[in-house]
């Protein structure tokens, strides 16, 4: 415990070196179980759900005799004899009442001695319907779109500076074009998933989730339990882009089969219930509106949204709110509006909001490049704004300018020609495109306890979520120079409900969250050693808590993580298939904790952004409701075959501003800017604008 006392450690800094996954030899082994592996009871009872094919209307009937006849079956739910739910919200009262509101609602649940039982019985139990026609179709001139009162995570729903229409009209160069992105479904590899048990009035969870703190206030309001009768605990999970974040129907589901049968019960979603039963990215159809001078200087950004949200929920994404700040205008405007439909409630996906506004912003300055006859690097430069356009005070550090530079430097972006399909390598039109990114850094209450008894590794508890993130190693590095020990000297805990109150893992707030909350925990320790013990770690060893949240900085700063994308296309003349050889993208994300863990994020956020250009489409049936491709065969995902050259680096980024670690978040970046950069590449290509996401093969031949 050198630590403790004022003496430089021998320990080089864990921050920033590269170092491994610690929990990577148990994940290969085996020993790092996600939730539906626990093996808590040996004969644990199994629970399979019911789904509505109709989108709207009510249940009529339900016949479940044969089911309860079938031998091993313990229980049917219904809404006739389920546990009644305390107060949550509308969109997870499951159960509850005979009103159907989306396709693959719940209507009934049976819990049997094995999955197979289960699964047999629910096709035996008869549901009877009365049914209408569902609204799902959104467009831009139902009569029906309403402002919400205010955005996710409280933006302003519209926001309008100067004389818009005006400055659009007095514009030299303008452009005028709309962009629309379908429903997209996060697709974790591992399914979400509860093992649920109750203790006597003690309920316990085996969760997939990305918080179990995020669960605590949902499952005690809808079972009536205090905190202390709920533990939550999700160790480690498999892969999560923003669907584990909320509490949905198959956590109460589970909770509710556990108390009527009294029995430990797994309930672990089909990849095809995840379609309907835990979320999707909002569609979009957004209208960009930009006037420039001449010389490429903007003088109106409008950015006007239509997306949907749920019959039983308003999910009102902030999709344009990145265009509040990434460039500057005189005028500007930014409006959201929703259509309610007939469909489950969104939920929030990687990057929710700036992945799908960026790409609309960010094809549409590739437009007005085109149409200013300038390079688009060189348009992005010249609007680069020295404080925020909006809120009017300064970034806590804004980098964008030098990750364009770095990012056409690696590249090869100079000398480009900018003519569209003037380049064959065989039978492929090639182009390239460039795009920026941009994603908020935030970080949210956390708490820490620390307990230091000498000769023992150091506990530091925390109830942090690592998704697959590589919090676990990034959180051990952060305590270890924190505490100036080396690594193996740090027990790190997290995943679990019952371990001091953090946030959970969203929003890129992981590490800049819980890193600051440790780093006041270990000054506590010091504090108090040096202050009671005269620097020595006493026998007994010491215990005490830190904090950290938001402060002063929220006010003065405008914070945020920067990024450029530059990506190559080819694309087949003959088939229309789109390749992306190779893409390079350059981050300002602030201090980067693991080099190794750090890219692997970088790499995802791209690798989904290209899925989302190329791949991923939710194709809602007008008639019936449902989403008719709801497996991983006919909802497609880039796969390695689809990733070619990703060459990724950041800037030497230390933000002293954000919080005391320097760090800016890093899990949401690499996906904003993505597609668009795919996109104007693939215009610079084809000579073709896309802008209805996924550019299929299809849309090569569209209207040929
Ligand atoms: Mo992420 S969508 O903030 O979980």
Not at 54 to 65: E, F, M, Q, T
């Amino acid at each position: 415990m050198t630590a403790l006392s004022d003496r430089p450690t021998t320990h080089a800094p864990a921050v920033g070196s590269d170092v491994r996954r610690i929990d990577g030899p148990a994940k290969v082994r085996g020993r790092a179980p996600y939730a539906y592996e626990h093996e808590l009871d040996s004969s644990p009872a199994f629970v399979a759900i019911v789904q509505s094919p109709v989108a709207r209307g009510r249940v009529v009937s339900i016949d479940a005799s044969a089911a309860e006849a079938l031998p091993g079956v313990l229980a049917v739910l219904t809404h006739e004899n389920a546990p009644r739910l305390g107060e949550v919200v509308e969109e997870i009262r499951v159960l509850q009442s005979a009103t159907v509101q989306y396709a693959g609602e719940p209507v009934a649940a049976v819990v049997a001695e094995t999955s197979e039982v289960a699964r047999d019985a629910i096709g035996r139990v008869v549901v009877r319907y009365d049914s209408e026609a569902p609204d799902v179709v959104l467009s831009v001139d139902r009569d029906d779109l309403y402002a919400p009162e205010q955005l996710m995570a409280g933006f302003e729903t519209d926001s309008v500076i100067g004389d818009v229409d005006a400055a659009l009209a007095a514009a030299p160069v303008a452009v005028d074009v709309t962009y629309a992105t379908p429903v997209q479904h996060n697709q974790p590899i591992e399914m979400h998933a509860t093992v649920a048990r109750w203790d006597g009035d003690v309920l316990r969870m085996w969760d997939a989730n990305q918080g179990p703190h995020n669960l605590v206030p949902v499952l005690t309001s809808a079972f009536g339990i205090t905190e202390d009768q709920l533990h939550v605990v999700s160790p480690y999970v498999g892969g999560a882009f923003g669907s584990k974040a909320f509490t949905h129907v198959h956590q109460l589901l589970a909770g509710m089969a556990a108390r009527v049968t009294g029995r430990t019960v797994k309930l672990e979603l089909t990849r095809q219930q995840m379609s309907s039963l835990v979320g999707h990215r909002t569609p979009t159809i957004q209208r960009l509106r930009l006037g420039a001078e001449a010389d490429g200087t903007l003088t109106a950004i409008s950015h006007e949204v239509v997306e949907h949200t749920s019959r039983n929920a308003e999910f009102a994404e902030q999709t344009a709110t990145a265009t509040r700040l990434l460039y500057a205008a005189p005028a500007r405007r930014t409006t959201h509006r929703l259509a309610r439909l007939d469909v489950p409630a969104p939920t929030i996906m990687r990057a929710p909001g700036e992945t799908p506004g960026v790409y609309a912003l960010e094809s549409a300055m590739d437009e007005l490049a085109v149409a200013l006859g300038m390079d688009p690097v060189e348009l992005r430069v010249h609007n680069e704004p020295a404080r925020d356009p909006e809120r009017d005070v300064p970034w806590s550090s804004r980098n964008l300018v030098a990750c364009l530079r770095q990012g056409a430097e690696r590249f090869g972006w100079a000398g480009r020609d900018p003519r569209p399909r003037v380049r064959e390598v065989g039978r492929r039109l090639v182009g390239t495109g460039v795009a920026a990114s941009t994603y908020p850094t935030r970080r949210r209450p956390s708490q820490c306890r620390i307990e230091a008894v000498p000769g023992k590794a150091t506990v530091v508890s925390i109830d942090a979520s690592d998704i697959g993130t590589g919090a676990w190693t990034a959180l051990t590095q952060i305590a270890a120079d924190a505490l100036g020990v080396a690594m193996a000297e740090v027990d790190l805990r997290i995943g679990d409900s019952r371990l001091p109150k953090a946030s959970g893992a969203g929003g890129s707030t992981g590490t800049t969250s819980w890193g600051p909350a440790i780093q006041a925990a270990a000054q506590a320790l010091r504090e108090r050693v040096h202050a009671e013990h005269g620097g020595q770690l006493p026998a007994g060893g010491v215990v005490v808590t830190g904090s950290s949240g938001p402060g002063e900085e929220v006010e003065r700063f405008s914070m945020h993580a920067f990024g450029a994308h530059f990506a190559e296309v080819r694309v087949d003349r003959d088939t229309g298939e789109v390749r992306v050889p190779r893409m390079t993208s350059v981050f300002a994300a602030g201090r980067i904790v693991n080099a190794t863990t750090a890219r692997s994020q970088f790499l995802g956020g791209m690798t989904m952004g290209l899925s989302m250009a190329l791949h991923e489409e939710s194709v809602l049936d007008a008639v019936h409701g449902h989403f008719a491709n709801h497996d991983l065969a006919e909802y497609h995902v880039a796969t390695n075959a689809d990733v070619g050259e990703m060459d990724i680096s950041w800037l030497d980024e230390v933000d002293e501003h954000v919080n005391p670690l320097g760090a800016k978040g890093i899990g949401e970046i690499g996906i904003v800017g993505a597609a668009a950069a795919i996109g104007n590449a693939y215009w610079h290509a084809t000579g073709r604008r896309v802008r209805d996401l996924p550019i299929t093969p299809e849309a090569f031949f569209r209207g040929e």
